[in-house]
């Protein structure tokens, strides 16, 4: 019980026991406060409305302002309202904001705080709750948003110096796969020699005058069409590097599709992962090419959590590839098996070229999908693919 209210307890028992006219006017007064203290926040709470503003995505490390903006369209001013905006711990070290604001008739507000994209995943924002109260700070009205805000941090993006897939059409806009992967009709530089660098490569007259050996340095190849698969159950990435292990397949997914969308090339996305935003397995998007698909791509792989139950990766591959005859298919996941390895191989035999990225092979793994023509690459512990570690 308030203090106000036991003085006004107090002034109605003595009123009784002595009724006098100063008395009951202040008993009077007394309610009067009380009864506009309770009604004045529930008659101005419909009149308060508000919006949050906030990037729909961050990259790693980014940061952003959030920003509430809050509109009181009453005629009676609000003594004071208190804001409180909850956030999420990863995205930044307050947990909690929280304001104290007074508005005038047809005032508005803004306030800001900031965030910064820490872990790759999808956030909410909120729930925004606020307090109005009166003069005397009794009778305090709370109101609550409906809905809160998401906020998706794509993966990390490695750039890759130099990346090749082989094509499987030999009539393309990019020259057919030639050689070891490298195509000898562009030169793009000489460098020094390593061992291991087939002699072929030799630059003769950059040697001679250099002093040094030198090779040449050929352009990579890269496919016209390229669907990324990665596999994304929980059963898919056993061991207890699990975690470490998806979220590396993750940033190898993302890498890989920058590269290839930067040099102009259609890059498709399928997963047996789950869009936890829309609350339903990751949908797949066809090959195309542009900033605004990669967008879209990253989008995915920034909301991408792992499924507990549906398909495994295998059935995806053998009923529903969303790539035509001619293109190049990079599987990423942990491990080959068997059953993979047989469907690569089939898909191969349909004019598709194949490749795989293993973000933890076993001992044998990519030695026995080159043996059978595959084109497999490891992921390192940054999620960069390189063709061996």
């Not at 002034?11 to 006098?20: E, S």
């Not at 009067?32 to 709470?45: D, E, L, M, N």
């Not at 994304?232 to 997914?253: H, I, K, L, T």
């Not at 293109?327 to 080959?336: F, R």
Request: contains cysteine.
């Amino acid at each position: 019980m308030t203090l106000l209210r036991s003085i006004t307890i107090i002034a109605i028992v003595w009123m009784i026991l002595d009724p006098n006219l100063i008395i009951g006017m202040v008993v009077s007064a007394l309610i009067g406060v009380q009864v506009t203290g309770w009604a004045w926040p529930r008659f101005v709470r419909n009149q308060i409305s508000w919006q949050r503003s906030v990037p729909s995505a961050l990259a790693p490390a980014e940061q952003a302002d959030v920003v509430l903006r809050i509109v009181y369209r009453g005629w009676l001013p609000l003594p004071y309202l208190i804001v409180r905006e909850d956030i999420p711990a990863s995205l930044s070290e307050m947990p909690r904001r929280q304001w104290v604001v007074s508005l005038r008739p047809g005032q508005q507000c803004t306030l800001r705080y900031p965030i910064q994209g820490r872990q790759r995943g999808l956030y909410w924002l909120g729930p925004l709750k606020m307090w109005v109260g009166s003069v005397f700070a009794i009778n305090e009205v709370q109101l609550g948003e409906p809905q809160q805000t998401p906020l998706t941090i794509v993966p990390m993006v490695l750039p890759f110096q130099s990346f090749y897939l082989p094509n499987a059409l030999p009539y393309s806009q990019e020259r057919y796969h030639l050689g070891l992967f490298d195509d000898p009709a562009q030169k793009i530089g000489v460098r020094q020699y390593q061992t291991g660098d087939p002699p072929r490569r030799i630059d003769w007259k950059t040697s001679a005058r250099v002093g040094e050996l030198q090779v040449r340095e050929l352009a990579p190849v890269v496919a016209r069409e390229t669907l990324i698969v990665l596999a994304f159950m929980e059963s898919e990435y056993p061991g207890r590097f699990s975690y470490n292990n998806r979220e590396r397949a993750v940033v190898a997914a993302a890498s890989l599709a920058a590269a290839l969308i930067y040099r102009r090339q259609p890059v498709g996305f399928q997963s047996n992962g789950y869009d936890p935003l829309l609350r339903q397995p990751v949908a797949t998007l066809a090959p195309a090419a542009g900033v605004e698909h990669l967008r879209e791509i990253l989008l995915r792989l920034g909301r991408i959590e792992p499924a507990t139950d549906g398909a495994p990766i295998d059935h995806m591959l053998s009923d529903n590839l969303a790539l035509s005859r001619g293109g190049t298919l990079v599987l990423i996941t942990s491990s080959l098996n068997a059953r993979i390895l047989a469907i690569l191989l089939t898909i191969r035999r349909s004019g598709i070229k194949v490749s795989i990225a293993l973000a933890d092979p076993g001992p044998t793994d990519l030695l026995q999908a080159r043996q059978h023509g595959i084109t497999a690459f490891q992921i390192n512990r940054d999620g960069a693919i390189v063709p061996d570690v």
